[in-house]
């Protein structure tokens, strides 16, 4: 294969790019996965994120979960469980690659300028799929975006997702701020016993709520509890301070577990993640836009391309510890339209994964791993059939993609 010039680009080898390049490679496209770390998987790998939370009604989806073996991924190996998926669908994989910008002609994405250790390499495709999460080739393209919520821009907090080892038998273990409030101890429920610690000190200003989950191993749990608010996590330094302080903060995490969590007396730091787990960035405007009321509504839609998408709308308090809004907001199983994943005034070039267009209150559900599987599927599919068709994606009805993607 000619790597530098293919039928179906995809950049990011989280779920979105992944999926999007396993769509397309078995619909039969020639296929080039980029990514620039060292490992496919995205935020699941690199950052530890392992539960594969919200649901969708694609078998193409629950094949992939299944050859995972479930929702709680071992990002140890998930990376290797990614590339063998690709590899028989011929799908070629580039790591250690660095998507800079767009490469257009006139408003047409063509390819992509990126750089590796060997230099400047530019990359051209029929139809290039934007998986980098914070949307680099469409903003190098030109394509308007919204960041933060509305009244002020903040983003949600990012965080550090560790893992401890050396954990008891029966630990304690809750997933959510509701959890945290039903799970009564001694000294009172796990919410008021993580809030009153935040008040005395023993744990940072803004970690409200402490959440952990069983993984594959034994005596070990992964920890969602450090938070790191009014950052812009497209910034370089930013990025640095949040990194630095993230992990101070997981330290102080484990030490409050291990004096008042039954089963964490004996717990370590068994595993920090490469990078600090990122929730939103960039989200640019297509033809369509989702909204709150889509999701509270559970909207059914006629160009629907991931159908029955299901996730509590989930916004991390961008300012301040626990939920923007006291607790996670349940909405119904919704579409998300084709339009979604075409920007407005640019051919050649397809959005996937939480950059696609939606409100901040939205891309609060839409952003997680399973709904990213099917939005990157979609995306994949679409460009497959453009490519062979030699049509613009935005034209691609949204009838054949469920078609290649049931």
Known sequence: MDKSRVDVLVAGGGPAGFAAALAAGRAGANTLL???SGRLGGMATNALVSPFLGMVNSQFVNDILQYLGGREVDPARLDIDYADLLVQENVQILLHTYA??????GDTVTGCTCYTNQGQLDLYAAVTIDATGDGIIAHS??????QGRPEDGLTQPVSIMFRIGGVGPSPLLCGSEGAAAALMLAKGSWEQ?????????????????IRTYATRRPSEVTVNATQVNYIDPTSAADLTKAEIEGRKQAYQVTEFLRKHAPGYKDCFISEMPAVIGVRETRRFLGCEYLTRSDLLEGRKRPDAVVQDALFVIDIHNPDGPGQSEGSAVECRPY??????????????????GRCISGSHDAHASYRVMTICLGIGAAAG???AIASAQGIAARLVSPEQIRKAIP
């Open 381 to 383: 599919a679409a460009g």
């Open 141 to 146: 393209a030109g394509v308007p975006f919204e």
């Open 100 to 105: 800079v910008r767009a490469i257009m002609d």
């Open 34 to 36: 980029i990514e620039r």
């Open 193 to 209: 016993i993580v809030e009153q610690g935040m008040r005395d000190g023993e744990l940072p200003k803004n970690v409200g709520v």
């Open 335 to 352: 579409d998300i339209p084709y339009g979604c994943l075409v920007p407005r005034e640019i051919d050649g070039l397809l959005l996937a």
